[in-house]
């Protein structure tokens, strides 16, 4: 397993860094915070975590990102995962 940046709706929201078989969540914005720190057994699963989490946030939370989900795709080099 890899660091990789994780993003929701377009938007950098943590990393990932190996944890044994496992990857954790380091969180980089106030809307995932929650979730920092927490162990995944993979992107998917976190992916989940991520999107349930985010569909249960208040509205200024999600304001952040509504822009953001229309905006044009990632460049593919870069190792991004996105939760939306």
């Not at 809307?31 to 991520?50: H, K, T």
């Amino acid at each position: 397993m890899k660091k990789q940046v994780i993003e929701y709706a377009g938007i950098p929201v943590g990393i990932t860094i190996p944890d044994g078989d496992r990857v954790k969540f380091i969180a980089v914005k106030y809307p995932v915070i929650d979730l920092d720190g927490g162990s995944y057994r993979n992107i998917s699963e976190l992916q989940a975590a991520i999107h349930n989490h985010m569909a249960k946030s208040a509205p200024e939370d999600q304001a952040e990102f509504l822009g953001a989900a229309n905006a044009p795709v990632a460049s593919s080099a870069r190792r991004v995962f996105n939760a939306a």
